[in-house]
């Protein structure tokens, strides 16, 4: 029998009611301040880039249709859809930046996601989800240089702001701590390297293993002798491609949990990988429950939150107040 001080430690076990913490701990004002910065000046860093203008956009019909909108709209054979309207337009058409652009998108993209969440439409989520990868597709594609200059800086800016993030509440869930915006920064800092490469490092390790196939693959282009260079070799490569993908998931369903390896531990970045990627495959059932947990949650409050905000702007106008409360329950 279960005495009354052993019962509480039956609810200790229960991690997923600490997922209701996160508003609370999130509204610090420290946290908001850095988050609120970082965001500024990835934005504002993306807005300059965009004097640039490099993404073109046509008229069909009545409706501006940019590169990415072509490319979204071919799944069968986008890439020759979409070079047809560059080489149609590139002359006589308008122009857009890549980051406005993809801002427009994700933010459309984010919305629908939000509303599908509420009806537990999780297949419509991960539609939105998969469009929103195959736009950073394009912008790589198509924008290279663009994405790769833009992506370092951001990365840069999120490891920096991320890790700063991550060290205040991880010490304020643990211990209660609350440390001040100075010494999480410079605790961040200190640890630029790990946060920064902890990301990194599996995409450098696929390109690594990747190579090997390529290399056997242009092997099989000797003549007499390549083809049983491939085929002595094959074994290799399906190991190596088996490798990629367990490498591949872990790291996109793991990206979250790196940062605050290295934020709690202070860790590096093959240590915060190898924690993420353990716990996703060694809990991939409570992995999953709590992603849904905290999606929905963190729909619910972003609601919250946009409604409040939109009332402090319009505090003296009720009529547009309540329309827009309307408009929210309506698309929720």
């Known amino acids: 029998m279960v005495s009354g001080k052993e019962s509480p430690r039956l609810f200790d076990d229960l991690l997923f009611p600490n997922i209701f913490r996160t508003f609370r701990i999130a509204i610090q004002p420290t946290k908001l301040i850095i988050a609120f910065l970082a965001v500024a000046v990835i934005c504002m860093a993306g807005w300059a880039m965009d004097l640039s203008r490099t993404v073109v956009a046509g008229t069909y019909g009545p409706a501006k249709v940019t590169e990415l909108d072509i490319y979204m709209n071919r799944l069968d054979d986008p890439g020759s859809a979409t070079q047809v309207h560059i080489d149609k337009y590139k002359d006589k058409g308008e122009r857009a930046g890549v980051f406005s652009t993809l801002w427009h998108f994700g933010s459309a993209k984010f919305h629908t996601a939000l509303g599908e969440l509420f009806e537990f439409n999780f297949t419509s989520v991960g539609e939105n989800l998969r469009d929103c990868f ?10 290279c240089v663009y994405s790769l200059i833009f992506v370092t800086m951001a990365l840069g800016l999120i490891s920096v702001a991320g890790g700063a993030l991550c060290r205040i ?19 961040s800092v200190k640890r630029f390297t790990s946060f920064f490469t902890a990301p990194l490092a599996p995409i450098g390790i696929m390109l690594f293993m990747g190579l090997f196939i390529f290399l056997l693959g242009l ?13 002595l070799g094959m074994p290799l490569a399906l190991i190596n491609g088996a490798l990629i993908a367990v490498i591949l998931i872990g ?34 059932s409570r992995m999953a429950c709590y992603t849904v947990i905290a999606a929905v949650y963190g729909a619910i409050r972003y609601v919250c939150v946009r409604f409040f905000a939109f009332a402090r702007v319009h505090r003296s106008r009720p009529h547009i107040l309540i329309f827009r409360f309307a408009s929210e329950i309506q698309q929720f």
Not at 134 to 143: D, E, G, I
């Open 219 to 231: 092997a099989g282009n000797i003549p007499q002798v390549g083809e049983l260079i491939v085929v």
């Open 251 to 284: 790291a996109v369903v793991g990206f979250g949990l790196m940062f605050p390896a290295v934020a709690y531990d202070g860790s590096d970045c093959f240590d915060s990988i190898s924690r993420s990627f353990s716990y996703v495959y060694a809990q991939p």
């Open 134 to 143: 195959r736009a950073v597709t394009w912008a790589f594609r198509y924008h």
């Open 169 to 187: 509440a991880a010490l304020q869930f643990a211990q209660g701590e609350k440390p001040g915006l100075t010494e999480a920064m410079r605790f």
